[in-house]
């Protein structure tokens, strides 16, 4: 099951936090052309913003870290409730950096597949940002709930188009015909390749060993896509998901004539 929305990725310089901890770093001083953003009310704004958006959503994993004495923060939520499937095959995250050296501006990424790193990188699909200055945390919880309300339309789509490869019956072998595509279109790599084969041929889940579907196939391969570098993870995870909405979506969506 597509249980890894989010990734926040901490190297040895980086140091594991709770919420206690973002609360304890000395926030600097405001200045006219400087406006510092408390790493916690980053959290909590986040949290309010997604709690108004999205009926009985529930925070089901947090994690942060902090970098350069707590002058930079990394954080991700990953989401439960009603914004994920049923059956908990997909779910969404949001995570967001901030900073107290300048270092770089208040962002926010959030979708099914989202990347923070204390390297700077960020990603997700949507991705908004904000400089330190005038009333940057209001301006933040406007084009947070801006981008979610259009996100919405997008996550609709997508659990639609999983809704319909589950009903799509594939034989062992019409699965051996679709990684072998996936290969020839490079979104899966000989390793990855090599591993998805395994966890067709054999399902570690048990529900999908049990009724072979196109959904079940799509896990295969999103199993396999774990070993992808951390840093390719979301643009490998788009193409995966692009190349089966080509292949199975349309047979259950005829155009009207």
């Keep these: 099951m597509i249980t890894e929305s989010g990734h926040l990725t901490l190297h040895c310089n980086a140091t594991p936090a709770d919420r206690a901890d973002l609360i ?9 052309s400087y406006t510092p953003v408390p790493h916690i009310d980053l959290v909590t704004n986040v949290e309010m913003v997604a709690r108004k958006m999205f009926a009985n959503m529930d925070i089901v994993g947090e994690s942060y870290g902090l970098t350069k004495d707590g002058k930079q923060m990394f954080g991700l939520l990953k989401i439960g409730g009603s914004m994920t499937d049923a059956d908990g095959g997909l779910g969404r995250a949001i995570g967001f950096r901030n900073s107290y050296d300048k270092t770089m501006s208040v962002s926010i990424a ?3 597949n989202v990347f923070v790193c204390d390297n700077l990188v960020i990603s997700g699909s949507t991705v908004i940002k904000a400089r330190h200055t005038g009333d940057v945390q209001q301006t933040l919880i406007n084009r947070l709930a801006a981008a979610m309300f259009t996100d919405q339309a997008h996550w609709d789509s997508t ?16 699965g051996y015909e679709m990684l072998g595509l996936l290969a020839g279109q490079e979104v899966l790599k000989p390793q990855t390749f090599t591993e998805a084969l395994r966890e067709w041929r054999t399902p570690s889940h048990e529900v999908f060993a049990e009724h072979r579907t196109a959904w079940s196939l799509y896990n295969a391969c999103t199993f396999a896509l774990k070993r992808t570098p951390i840093h390719q993870s979301f643009q490998r995870h788009e193409a995966l998901h692009k190349a089966f909405t080509d292949a199975f979506v349309p047979v259950l969506c005829p155009v009207a004539l």
């Excluded at 304890?24 to 006219?32: D, G, Q």
């Design 24 to 32: 304890a770093v000395p926030l600097p001083e405001r200045t006219e």
């Design 110 to 112: 959030f979708g099914l």
């Design 159 to 174: 659990y639609d188009n999983v809704q319909k490869m589950k009903d799509i019956e594939m034989p062992r072998e019409n």
